[in-house]
């Protein structure tokens, strides 16, 4: 049974930092393989999910929206089947439930791996609420 586990979700005020993490467990992809793309989206009440990080993990590429680059930081433990999103000078268009995925084989270019659609497994949410 695959499950991701989020945590690290918070209250901040806008300029600071938060720090997610992601717990993968579970037989995740197709191949006998650990490696695979896994990301992190948001929803904001009202809007749709959107897609905000990803990486192909195993020590391969890394792709981010254009609201959060320069700002998020996506990173993995393959030691502790862990992926984390740092987020740095945080604003209040940040707010939102964040959530991890995973089950895509290859992440492919940042539209193709920040596609709602693409992934498999889901986490239940981490909430994030920055003040201004």
């Known amino acids: 049974q695959v499950q991701l586990v989020e945590s690290g979700g918070g209250s901040v005020q806008a300029g600071g930092s938060l720090r997610l993490s992601c717990a993968a467990s579970?037989?995740?992809?197709?191949?006998?393989?650990?490696?695979?793309?896994m990301a992190w989206f948001r929803q904001a009440p009202g809007k749709e999910r959107e897609g905000v990080a990803a990486?192909?993990?195993?020590?391969?590429?890394?792709y981010y929206s254009d609201s959060v680059k320069g700002r998020f930081t996506i990173s993995e433990d393959n030691a502790q089947n862990t992926v984390s999103l740092q987020m740095n000078n945080l604003k209040p268009e940040d707010t939102a439930m964040y959530y991890c995925a995973a089950g895509l084989r290859f992440c492919g270019n940042t539209q193709y791996a920040l596609r709602v659609s693409n992934y498999k497994y889901w986490g239940q949410g981490t909430q994030v609420t920055v003040s201004s």
């Open positions: 990486i192909y993990t195993g020590g391969g590429s890394i």
């Open positions: 579970g037989y995740i992809y197709s191949y006998d393989t650990s490696s695979g793309c």
